[in-house]
């Protein structure tokens, strides 16, 4: 398009912004208006998509890493004949697909986004995605506020990138001066934001960002380097072609007091239809799979550590499925991801101890039909939580083992103990939740997670425990083993992971002492298996659960839920982790706890009064 037509194309893209946010009363047009001739641009001369076919292979990737300017996206897909000017009046409206913030429910979407500093994070696995496992030219464009540049998921993306030398990546930055309380750290200080991005070996273009022939060129500039990715650090303003608000305060988040005034301003409402150049024809270069499944076998009374076998079952997934990859926080050695590694090494990644990128490189991933296995300590999962939050808006699927979980850990110490991480991943939506306490199980459920849709969690312990299942033997996903019972039992224990063999144990001498006990296997703690629960408490009327974890959120509240349709609550006994662990060894820290077999044969003696 000639300069002339996208100046023009920059307006509307103004005008339908005030618009939506006028007709939805809310909204933010301000900041939608700053970044419009960026956008223009883009999609006029420079963008490669099909809108009919949004998987298409060959399509470029855009991403509004400032989610709050979705008018702007919206008024984009407008313009190029996507949606009608009807349906962009519905902006945040409820059964609108034109949500506030961007969402999948929208085909051209890829992921959510409106928590600031994490389109970039995605963009890198989008791109890394094209490079090394589609190997394909559509490039990732992502639009990012200058706010969110003071977010350090930013700064993890922009060093990834330039270490993997993303030249399919360009980060197009709006730097308007004016966050949502005022002037932003850098302001206008263009060089400032440069200097940064250089020193992560990025290629800078430094513009007006509303010089249209600027803009043209800087998008030029950065589809022929090659090498490295680029960064458009562009100087804008706030509000744009509006007197009563261009670069003003106070006027973030608003939609136009008179709207009408301001649609004359800029020129009036204009009805451009841009022809977005289509992608070219490509064929990416997927592995086809290799095999049927072969799982690893374990031998019942061996004792193995179940991140073990969560290794070796990986590495089976992915030689029995070409579109599974490994994504690596720098300890697959002690997760032992690094198992698929040494099978798969073209679809193994390393983000290093960036364990945001971590989890945004997955989701990024996903969008181009890929099954991420992401591995990182339980704990260190804590850091990139809101990205797990965000990838279920993004209706992701995505696999996560957090290892090295609880006081089980041994000597390690707290901060390294995941004691959180069964109620952080039980709240996300949609989530499933497993905690398998051997080996065969283990791999059963790694292989299973592959086949479950949204956001799968798999804790994983670091010491052996008792293999206790055949291989042949099943777990579905919502599930329960029953490994004690008779038509006598007086109490049920309720144990996963790591406390299992120590509810058998305990079951074990409370029935020398005239108590017989059930026990269960709650290795899915998400969905939760509600119906043997409630069987099991109808037929001995107690239970006591133990966990290696907190007691807010996690095995012990999974079994309450199970009890909230109106139905007579057992009695009940939960036994978790209650203090400040220390250093001590696995046993000790049990013990300390009070979750081992001691405190369980002492809880059920105190639960059901004595011997019958």
Request: hydrophobic content about 40%; charged content about 25%; proline content about 6%.
């Amino acid at each position: 398009m000639r300069h002339e037509q996208l100046s023009e194309l920059g307006q509307q893209l103004r005008v339908d912004s005030v618009r939506a946010a006028a007709a939805a009363g809310s909204g933010h047009p301000t900041s939608s208006m700053s970044a419009a001739d960026l956008m223009a641009v883009l999609m006029g001369n420079h963008l490669r998509y099909d809108f009919e076919k949004p998987d298409h292979p060959g399509n470029d990737h855009l991403v509004f890493s400032k989610g709050h300017a979705s008018p702007l996206l919206y008024s984009v897909y407008k313009a190029a004949g996507a949606i009608s000017d009807e349906e962009l009046l519905t902006f945040r409206t409820l059964g609108s697909r034109l949500e506030g913030h961007p969402t999948p429910r929208l085909p051209w979407v890829d992921v959510a986004t409106g928590s600031l500093g994490q389109g970039l994070p995605y963009g890198v696995g989008m791109a890394l995605a094209a490079q090394r496992l589609d190997h394909v030219a559509g490039r990732v464009w992502v639009l990012i506020g200058d706010s969110e540049m003071a977010e350090g998921s930013e700064w993890e993306a922009f060093e990834q990138a330039g270490f993997d030398r993303l030249e399919n990546l360009t980060a197009v930055i709006d730097v308007n001066r004016l966050g949502q309380r005022g002037p932003t750290r850098h302001a206008w200080d263009l060089d400032a934001y440069a200097r940064r991005i250089r020193a992560f070996d990025w290629h800078t273009i430094e513009i007006d960002g509303h010089d249209i022939a600027a803009i043209d060129r800087a998008y030029g500039e950065a589809l022929s380097t090659i090498g490295r990715p680029t960064a458009i650090i562009a100087r804008t303003l706030k509000g744009r072609g509006v007197a009563s608000v261009e670069n003003r305060e106070g006027m973030h988040g608003k939609p136009l007091k008179d709207p009408e005034e301001a649609i004359a301003e800029l020129g009036g409402i204009r009805n451009l239809a841009v022809p977005v150049l289509g992608p070219p024809t490509v064929t990416p270069t997927r592995p086809t799979s290799e095999g049927p499944l072969s799982l690893p076998r374990f031998n019942p009374g061996d004792t193995v550590p179940t991140r073990d076998a969560f290794g070796e079952a990986v590495a089976a997934v992915g030689t029995s499925r070409g579109d599974v990859v490994a994504l690596d926080g720098e300890v697959g050695d002690s997760t032992r991801l690094e198992y698929f590694q040494k099978e798969h090494p073209e679809r193994y990644f390393e983000f290093y101890i960036a364990e945001q990128q971590l989890v945004a490189a997955a989701v990024g991933m996903q969008t181009r039909g890929w099954t991420p296995y992401v591995a990182t300590f339980a704990a260190f999962f804590t850091r990139a939580h809101d990205f797990i939050r965000m990838a279920a808006i993004s209706r992701a699927d995505l696999n996560l083992i957090g290892s090295h979980a609880g006081v089980a850990i041994g000597e390690d110490g707290p901060s390294q103990m995941g004691l959180e991480d069964l109620a952080a991943l039980r709240a996300v939506h949609g989530s499933t939740v497993l905690y398998p306490c051997d080996a065969n199980q283990t791999a059963q459920l790694t292989a299973a997670m592959a086949r479950e849709p949204g956001i799968c969690y798999l804790r994983t312990t670091r010491g052996g425990t008792p293999v206790l299942y055949p291989p042949t033997e099943e777990f579905p996903i919502g599930g329960s083993k029953v490994l004690r019972a008779t038509e006598d039992d007086r109490v049920t224990l309720v144990a996963a992971g790591v406390t299992v063999p120590e509810a058998l144990a305990a079951a074990d001498r409370l029935a020398e002492e005239s108590i017989p006990a059930r026990v269960i296997d709650l290795y899915s703690v998400k969905p939760v298996d509600a119906g043997a629960l409630r069987t099991a408490a109808e037929a001995t009327g107690r239970l006591i659960t133990v966990e290696d974890h907190h007691p807010e959120g996690g095995l012990g509240d999974a079994v309450v839920d199970a009890f909230t349709d109106g139905r007579p609550v057992p009695r009940l006994v939960r036994l978790a982790v209650r203090t400040m662990p220390v250093s001590a060894t696995p046993a000790e820290q049990l013990r300390e706890a009070g979750i081992d077999a001691d405190a369980i044969v002492a809880a059920a003696r105190e639960l059901v009064g004595g011997p019958a």
